[in-house]
């Protein structure tokens, strides 16, 4: 049985990246937030940086969308559940708005989905009506919404601005550059929010972004204009989930998050609830130990960042190795793979002492290694996912398996090693659980004995 949810939603993008997407979709949210209306925010594409503030802006779970990764079933059922019960979805667009495959666009026109063009418009004029235009006459079917002009110069700069527009009523505004709600970086992408101190400084900046796009027309629309991005989201009566085995019921999965391991997916635990887990969080920063568990989740993040706390907490490396010769199972993504080698070597030189449950050592570059939508074939079935980070490892451990290009794309040299060592799986590669519960599932059982 098919229902139907009615909701108005925007799908925002650019012609590039740092444009400013995240920086509009978070004033965006936290603007109808702050009104009193519930508002969900999407994001388009793998990305865990991105949703931090944009479920901080929106104060409710960010979601990823992507025509492969999570594919179309599983994002068309997230639309529609939604949907259900909010005033305003958002989907935050990834790269260029026909950058990848698939990119943005896909996903906008597949669903429906009306776009809102960010364009950084602080070193052009008239330019930016061609930008603008090329945006929404690029593909044929493609709804526009209109166009932000983002760090602007002056309110002269921004008519002339608007005044570069073909059709005048696409215009939604501009913001002016201002460093009060501008979101720090760094080489993985945003800053987290928490990592500007207390969660007040995030707000602030959030609070500014939104005041800012308030004097807007974008910003001025009210629940009755927001009616002309209404459409029907189509879902099944009972979700996918529902027919999922709870092939981990009974099971504990304790999970790494603080600062240096935090690159989780909201729907990567959803999933393992779903399967039946219990799950329970932990501080490699700052706790003793592991809590009480079966399995062991250590996703990625940024380990070289904290190496002297990491090496310092030698009661969680016991704890750890405790773990691993009681042969309880261990999944390490990325990050998570990087704290259990010998040793981390940093960008500047400095290396500090890991975990040392796997041999060998991990050093950080200043060029990116790997980065894409990968798959990895398992014995159970094949995770999808992607590929992103900075550092290389080097160890005598042989992969058991490797990852594959997502299908139509190619892999410069090898795919990522999937590294097994006893109760151990670990690898670069970041999975998307729901692409395959039952490969998930395996990733945290004992293997038969």
């Not at 391991?261 to 969080?281: R, T």
Request: net charge negative.
């Amino acid at each position: 049985m098919t229902l139907t949810a009615t909701c108005p939603a925007i799908l925002v993008a650019a012609p590039a990246s740092g444009q400013g997407k995240t920086t509009v979709t978070c004033a965006l949210a936290r603007l109808h937030a702050r009104q009193g209306r519930r508002v969900r925010v999407f994001k388009c594409g793998p990305d865990f940086l991105d949703p931090y503030w944009l479920a901080l802006a929106s104060g409710q779970p960010v979601h990823q969308l992507d025509l492969w990764m999570t594919g179309e079933a599983d994002c068309r059922q997230r639309l529609h559940a939604a949907a259900q019960d909010a005033d305003l979805l958002i989907v935050e667009g990834v790269m260029g708005l026909f950058d990848g495959e698939p990119s943005a666009a896909d996903l906008a026109q597949r669903f429906g989905l009306p776009v809102l063009a960010v364009i950084d418009a602080g070193s052009m004029a008239g330019t930016f009506g061609a930008l603008a235009w090329g945006l929404q006459s690029y593909r044929q079917g493609l709804r526009f919404a209109g166009v932000l002009a983002n760090r602007v110069a002056s309110p002269g700069h921004a008519d002339m601005l608007q005044r570069s527009l073909r059709e005048p009523a696409q215009w939604m505004g501009a913001l002016m550059r201002d460093a009060a709600f501008t979101l720090p970086e760094r080489h993985l992408g945003l800053v987290m929010d928490h990592e500007l101190g207390d969660q007040g400084e995030a707000l602030q900046r959030l609070d500014a972004a939104a005041d800012a796009l308030a004097a807007t027309p974008l910003g001025r629309m009210s629940l009755q204009d927001l009616d002309a991005w209404a459409m029907a989201f189509e879902g099944a009566a009972a979700p996918p989930a529902a027919s999922v085995a709870p092939l981990l019921r009974g099971k504990t999965i304790a999970v790494a998050r603080d600062a240096a391991f935090c690159f989780i997916y909201a729907a990567n635990l959803q999933c393992l609830q779903e399967l039946g887990a219990q799950l329970v969080f932990f501080s490699p920063l700052a706790d003793a130990a592991l809590p009480a568990c079966d399995a062991l989740w250590l996703p990625g993040g940024y380990p070289e960042l904290y190496g002297p706390a990491l090496a310092g907490n030698v009661a969680m490396k016991a704890s750890l190795h405790q773990h691993v010769q009681s042969s309880k199972p261990v999944w390490a993504e990325c990050g998570g793979m990087m704290a259990l080698f010998d040793g981390i070597t940093t960008t500047e030189g400095e290396r500090y002492a890991a975990w040392g449950v796997l041999p060998g050592e991990v050093t950080v570059n200043k060029r990116l290694a790997a980065l894409g939508p990968q798959q990895l074939p398992l014995p159970y079935g094949t995770l999808r996912g992607h590929t992103f980070h900075y550092s290389t490892a080097e160890t005598a451990l042989p992969a058991a398996a490797r990852t594959e290009a997502a299908p139509g794309r190619t892999l410069r040299g090898q795919g990522e090693a999937l590294y097994v060592q006893g109760s151990v799986k670990a690898s670069y590669f970041h999975a998307w659980f729901a692409s395959s519960p039952e490969a998930t599932a395996r990733l945290f059982l004992k293997e038969p004995a």
